[in-house]
């Protein structure tokens, strides 16, 4: 890596971004109006990273979780406030842009294995951003969103290490269980790099939590799932591209963003 890339890199702090007047009004527009027009959202992204880990990250953006037949209309929604919009990948990602500033509506993760829904609205809790009483992602469902971002320009193992951390580990965690699901090694590998870092605070992660996953190790380790021969295209497609266009093996990648836009579309069929 160069001096320079190294520089850009951000570093954690606690210290608030310095948020331009102009950005700081555009924020609190979207959240007002879209609070207004009732769309079920919910804020994530930096604000909710502050929110249980005292951390701040310098953005552009504002990253609103909704389900997918929720998108349309608020896009219709800001279109009529001003903005351009897109939809960027149909599967998890559509933008609202003005003056520079960027309003993401993600409906899950760009692999298609975890989609919001409407349990992520009511698990949420009310804070307060820029003056404004806003839902923001509950720690279990802002941990469900980063263990898949995982590629190697970007890994978040540290966000969901200081949310465990920052929350003292009190949240839902079959939960976050459900949510993961039958991906539950990545939670386990993230609870491990948890437990490296955090060694004197393993308590934070419930004893049953770490007793099952041990557990459920332990059976794969005696009884590998043989129906499952590749899934490192969930963890970065780039990286582990070799294995799919040379080598061979299942496009599982595919799979999932088609599952993923199957529902998107029965979704909005049936709206």
Not at 94 to 114: C, E, H, P, Q, Y
Not at 191 to 202: E, K, Q
């Amino acid at each position: 890596m160069s001096e320079e890339q190294e520089k850009t890199l951000p570093v954690s702090s606690s210290q608030p971004p310095a948020f331009s007047d102009k950005q700081e009004s555009l924020f609190h527009e979207v959240i007002e109006l879209l609070e207004q027009k009732r769309v079920p959202f919910v804020i994530s992204g930096a604000f909710a990273l502050h929110e249980h880990t005292g951390i701040w990250r310098d953005t552009k953006d504002l990253d609103l979780f909704l389900p997918t037949r929720e998108v349309g209309r608020a896009l219709e929604i800001l279109e009529k406030d001003g903005f351009a919009t897109e939809i960027l990948d149909s599967v998890w990602l559509a933008k609202a842009k003005r003056d520079g500033f960027f309003v993401d509506l993600i409906t899950g993760m760009s692999n298609g294995v975890v989609r919001v829904d409407y349990s992520w609205i009511r698990h949420a809790s009310r804070s307060h951003i820029f003056g404004l009483s806003a839902r923001v992602l509950a720690p279990e469902d802002l941990i469900a969103s980063k263990v898949f971002v995982t590629r190697r320009e970007r890994f978040d193992g540290a966000d969901v290490c200081h949310v465990i951390y920052g929350t003292r580990g009190k949240f839902d965690w079959q939960r976050l269980m459900g949510i993961i699901g039958e991906h539950w090694e990545m939670l386990f590998w993230h609870l491990v790099l948890y437990h490296y870092t955090y060694p004197a605070n393993v308590d934070f992660v419930p004893h049953e939590i770490w007793d099952e996953l041990v557990q459920r190790f332990k059976i794969e380790l005696l009884h590998p799932n043989k129906g499952v021969g590749f899934r490192g295209s969930l963890i970065d497609e780039k990286m582990f591209a070799i294995d799919v266009t040379e080598w061979g093996k299942r496009d599982i990648l595919a799979e999932y963003r088609g599952k993923a836009e199957t529902i998107r579309r029965e979704t909005e069929s049936a709206a």
